[in-house]
């Protein structure tokens, strides 16, 4: 049984198609981050999976039910994008609050409160926090009864960067107890390593799903070699060049080479045979790359919300 099943989904907001056909699947112990530009349905997705939805058209099963049946809402943990709390209550009085709505047990609230690193100020009032200490608060929140289900919202906005590693940490902590997680976010470096597998949406349509690795199959985008210290670098320029790839100086002594996947190897070879580099860098295509190389391929995005 999936985590969660949408198939065939077209999703209307009165005349207005918002998603098309949209077929997405989430196994169980599985983290999806769920990729697009503003406006692509995401927000429209995670309604649908919420049960705040009901499909204009196809179907959507969360956890083999349909998502409004009690016993899924239990299971289902909900981190919006814009959290907002009682700004009087303490971050742990907040916990508790949200506990009794969801029925889950109290006696997680100092443990949750640990865990997102609020334990220091889980007595001070939430108006006192910071925007990154609400944001944790809402992870807290979510996690709430142990849900098997997560959905996160641009969970990262708001966090600095090593609280943003905390939040990664706490997502991987909860994949190897076997919870499913989609994860929506703007902010892509840092988030790969996270993640199962990753879904591009682009104008409501869903425009690849798939590991990294099979998305840069797919996409066939080149990687990157860079290699310094070379005593002939112009040599090597001149070789790549001639055989038809793109090749660029760096400095003197380097050479930097748009390599595709299936040749990588092969450039290597020729690069510690023959010369004898001081370093080698391989860059593959980030996952920022390829969400570039799908939304160029869905068409101009910016310039349809009147960006350009
Ligand atoms: N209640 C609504 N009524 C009418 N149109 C809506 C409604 N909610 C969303 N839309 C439209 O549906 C489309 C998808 O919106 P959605 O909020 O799902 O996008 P998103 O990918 O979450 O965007 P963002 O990254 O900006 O949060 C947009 O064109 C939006 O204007």
């Not at 907001?13 to 196994?27: A, C, F, K, N, Q």
């Not at 996947?261 to 045979?273: A, P, V």
Request: glycine share 12%; hydrophobic share 40%; proline share 4%.
């Amino acid at each position: 049984m999936n985590a969660v099943d949408i198939r065939g989904v077209n999703q209307r907001y009165g005349s207005m198609t918002v998603l098309h056909e949209l077929e997405l699947r989430l196994g169980q112990g599985e983290v999806l981050g769920l990729f697009g530009h503003n406006g692509a349905g995401k927000t429209t997705s995670m309604k649908l999976i919420l049960g705040l939805l009901a499909p204009s058209e196809g179907e959507v099963w969360v956890l083999g039910r349909a998502p409004n049946d009690p016993d899924v809402r239990r299971q289902l943990g909900y981190l919006p994008e814009n959290v907002t709390f009682y700004p009087q209550l303490s971050g742990r009085e907040t916990l508790r609050h949200f506990a009794r709505l969801k029925g889950a047990s109290t006696k997680q609230v100092g443990e949750l409160l640990e865990q997102v690193g609020l334990a220091h100020a889980a007595d001070r009032r939430v108006k006192t926090y910071s925007k990154g200490m609400r944001q944790r608060l809402g992870l807290a929140q979510a996690l709430l009864g142990e849900p098997r289900l997560l959905l996160l919202d641009e969970p990262t906005v708001g966090l600095d960067p090593i609280a943003t590693q905390e939040l990664y940490l706490v997502i991987d902590r909860l994949r190897q107890r076997g919870a499913s997680i989609i994860l929506c976010s703007h902010v892509l470096p840092g988030v790969e390593a996270h993640i199962n597998r990753a879904a591009i949406l682009a104008r409501g349509r869903l425009q690849a799903v798939g590991s990294l690795a099979s998305l840069r199959r797919e996409a066939g985008l080149p990687a990157r070699i860079r290699a310094s210290g070379l005593q002939c670098s112009k040599l090597w320029l001149e070789r790549w060049r001639a055989a038809g790839y793109c090749v660029r100086a760096l400095g003197n002594t380097g050479v930097e080479v748009n390599v595709p996947d299936g040749l990588k190897l092969e450039l290597l070879r020729q690069l510690l045979g023959e010369a004898n580099p001081g370093d080698i860098e391989i860059q593959q295509p980030s996952l920022e790359d390829l969400y570039r190389f799908y939304m160029e391929r869905a068409g101009d995005v910016r310039a349809e919300e009147g960006r350009v």
